[in-house]
């Protein structure tokens, strides 16, 4: 392998050989020094570069060049229409302005009206940004699984599987220790009311109505945004951090089908049987409170439970369950997909995914509650 050589003719300055990172790294580290000072010198002095007999330029050096001429073109240069190439591409890159806003511009000290206006005005075009976002996502999910019901054959089963166990099966602890706490909570402190008015009965409406319709499925939503939806998007920060979503653009495989779609299905599929095993754990944790509170046996507590709560409770949970879910991994890698390549980032869009999630899913709820006030609820 020939070595990169320098040499300068009158006003002529003759680059050969081959120009690589690995031919320099050969050099000791004084010489490669020295090499880098007479280039900015000759640059400095201006004169005609001909690198004509150059044999292979890479990146590196042609980087390096560039720095020594000054980041501009010489007043006179040869050069090959290949490596001319490699140069105009190192010239016109410019790096990506790094914002100086704030994920969630609010203002921090009192200010004027408008500096206030200002940030307001930011923060909407956040929201903006990401709501746009989040809606060319669920196309690109919408156009992708029209692609995958042609072809049968790609269909990540594999990344689905995985998703599934991960945010399902390795959940399930967790979720029915939380669900046991809070019915046996619940029960408790609604046993104490009840016995002053006699009304010890209608503590399985209470906790059937509130586990089944409410606060199993939202309680299992925030845990689920701050676990599984907090680990998505550091997971696609992480691999766009690495470079492995623009490794999967080169050689041609949907990052949306790959990475993406797993995600959002699996968690859509798992979470209504999540909320359905927090509910069973939150009524056996309410039922052993009514047992010590009210003396009420389990049998009778489990005998009365699908007599006073309709059965359309359930069907409500489940449709909350699956919109949960749906909204908090398509907000998780919405966000993990705009990581820019720094730790800071990827902190701050982990911690914005989860706020977001969970604003969404109460809103979700609020709606839910609002569309669905006259089923399920025992008129007299």
């Known amino acids: 392998m020939s070595t990169p050589a320098l040499a300068q003719e009158g006003e002529?300055?003759?680059?050969?050989?081959?120009?690589?990172?690995?031919?320099?790294?050969?050099?000791p580290?004084?010489?490669?020094?020295?090499?880098?000072?007479?280039?900015?010198?000759?640059?400095?002095?201006?004169?005609?570069?001909?690198?004509?007999?150059?044999?292979?330029?890479?990146?590196?050096?042609?980087?390096?060049?560039?720095?020594c001429w000054g980041k501009r073109w010489p007043d006179a240069i040869e050069i090959p229409p290949r490596f001319?190439?490699?140069?105009?591409?190192?010239?016109?890159?410019?790096?990506?302005?790094?914002?100086?806003?704030?994920?969630?511009?609010?203002?921090?000290?009192?200010?004027?009206?408008?500096?206030?206006?200002?940030?307001?005005?930011?923060?909407?075009?956040?929201?903006?940004?990401?709501?746009?976002?989040?809606?060319?996502?669920?196309?690109?999910?919408?156009?992708?699984l029209f692609f995958l019901s042609r072809h049968p054959r790609e269909i990540p089963w594999k990344e689905l599987s995985a998703n599934v166990y991960k945010t399902g099966a390795q959940a399930l602890p967790?979720?029915?220790?939380?669900?046991?706490?809070?019915?046996?909570?619940?029960?408790?402190?609604?046993?104490?009311?009840?016995?002053?008015?006699?009304?010890?009965?209608?503590?399985?409406?209470?906790l059937g109505i509130s586990i089944i319709r409410e606060l199993g499925p939202v309680l299992v939503a925030v845990l689920v945004a701050g676990r599984s939806g907090s680990a998505m998007t550091a997971q696609i920060g992480v691999m766009r951090v690495t470079e492995e979503i623009d490794a999967l653009a080169t050689f041609g495989v949907s990052?949306?089908?790959?990475?993406?779609?797993?995600k959002v299905a699996a968690l859509t599929l798992v979470m209504p049987l999540l909320v359905v095993w927090s509910c069973a754990a939150a009524l056996v944790g309410g039922a052993l409170a009514a047992r010590l509170q009210l003396d009420l046996s389990f049998v009778y507590f489990f005998n009365m439970l699908p007599r006073t709560v309709p059965l359309a409770n359930l069907w409500?949970?489940?449709?909350?369950?699956?919109?949960?879910?749906?909204?908090?991994?398509?907000?998780?890698?919405?966000?993990?997909?705009?990581?820019?390549?720094?730790?800071?980032?990827?902190s701050l869009r982990t911690t914005a995914s989860v706020v977001t999630a969970i604003t969404l899913v109460i809103l979700a709820d609020a709606l839910f509650a609002v569309f669905t006030r006259h089923i399920g609820i025992p008129s007299g």
């Not at 994920?103 to 075009?125: C, D, E, H, I, Y």
């Not at 990052?255 to 797993?262: D, E, G, K, Q, S």
Request: net charge positive; hydrophobic share 55%; aromatic share 8%.
């Open 29 to 67: 580290a004084g010489e490669t020094s020295a090499l880098q000072r007479r280039l900015r010198a000759l640059a400095q002095q201006g004169g005609r570069w001909n690198l004509a007999r150059v044999e292979r330029l890479d990146s590196a050096v042609a980087l390096l060049l560039w720095q």
């Open 84 to 144: 001319a190439e490699q140069l105009e591409r190192i010239a016109a890159f410019r790096p990506a302005a790094e914002s100086p806003e704030p994920l969630f511009p609010l203002p921090q000290k009192a200010a004027s009206f408008g500096a206030l206006v200002r940030r307001v005005g930011v923060f909407t075009l956040f929201v903006l940004h990401n709501l746009a976002g989040v809606l060319e996502l669920q196309g690109r999910l919408a156009l992708d």
């Open 316 to 346: 409500i949970g489940l449709a909350k369950g699956m919109v949960f879910g749906f909204l908090i991994a398509l907000l998780a890698c919405q966000f993990g997909l705009h990581v820019r390549p720094n730790t800071e980032s990827l």
């Open 174 to 206: 967790v979720l029915a220790l939380m669900g046991f706490l809070i019915g046996i909570t619940i029960s408790y402190l609604s046993a104490l009311q009840l016995k002053l008015y006699g009304a010890d009965m209608f503590i399985v409406n209470i």
């Open 255 to 262: 990052r949306t089908i790959r990475v993406v779609l797993p």
């Open 12 to 27: 002529e300055i003759r680059l050969s050989g081959i120009w690589t990172l690995a031919a320099l790294a050969a050099w």
